[in-house]
């Protein structure tokens, strides 16, 4: 796709020159519009608060510097997405064995990343549900979180998110079958109670986001 179609072409364009008069501003809105999805991601593949901070520092620091690189042959989300998604299966890597996976209330630890504005999932049981899920996740690989939270996080299509992982299709079927797959095994083993195997089935089919089964706040 051409920059000149990307919402976020007059931003880039002022992002190429970091010596430019209205680099600080652009760079910091583009901060400020993607501060939050960057942090669910992190959080979805990273499995706690703290490493997502660190994740988000990571790829926003390494955005700053291949900024000028960018070349439009994408959207500027789908090359953002790429990088938080490097950045957080290389800081699971390199981490592994270390903090322990957190539950979603954690993310209140970070009211400059995520909304804090009380919603209609704001009350105990959908937290609780959306802990459990979120200690399924955490039980998956790095990639299969990746796959996951861009497909019901981020709402992306098979397309979209062929793009931003650099897969073929096949790929993206297959690695999204998989993550299916070895979420239901987690949850049927350690949360009988829940049941997000249908609700990804029909959403999937239907095209759609489960983001529902995913507990996802803010």
Excluded at 8 to 21: H, K, S, T, V, W
């Amino acid at each position: 796709m051409e920059l000149l179609r990307d919402p976020d072409a007059q931003l880039i364009a002022a992002c190429r020159n970091p010596n430019g008069e209205g680099f600080e501003e652009a760079f910091e809105v583009l901060f400020h519009r993607y501060r939050e999805r960057v942090y669910a991601i992190a959080f979805r593949v990273a499995g706690n608060q703290a490493d997502a901070m660190d994740i988000v520092q990571e790829s926003f620091a390494l955005l700053f510097r291949k900024l000028a690189s960018f070349r439009g042959t994408s959207l500027f989300s789908t090359w953002l997405f790429r990088i938080v998604v490097n950045c957080s299966i290389d800081h699971r890597r390199r981490n592994k064995g270390g903090r322990a996976p957190a539950l979603l209330a954690d993310q209140k630890v970070a009211p400059d990343l995520v909304d804090q504005t009380p919603g209609p999932r704001d009350n105990a049981s959908v937290h609780e549900v959306g802990d459990q899920v979120q200690e399924a996740i955490s039980q998956l690989s790095a990639k299969l979180r990746a796959i996951l939270a861009l497909r019901y996080l981020e709402e992306m299509s098979y397309e979209e998110l062929a793009a931003t992982l650099e897969l073929s299709m096949g790929t993206v079927k297959s690695r999204l079958a998989r993550a299916h797959l070895a979420l239901e095994h987690v949850v049927r083993s350690r949360f009988p109670h829940l049941d997000i195997s249908r609700k990804l089935d029909a959403e999937d089919d239907a095209g759609g986001a489960a983001s529902d089964s995913f507990g996802v706040v803010g």
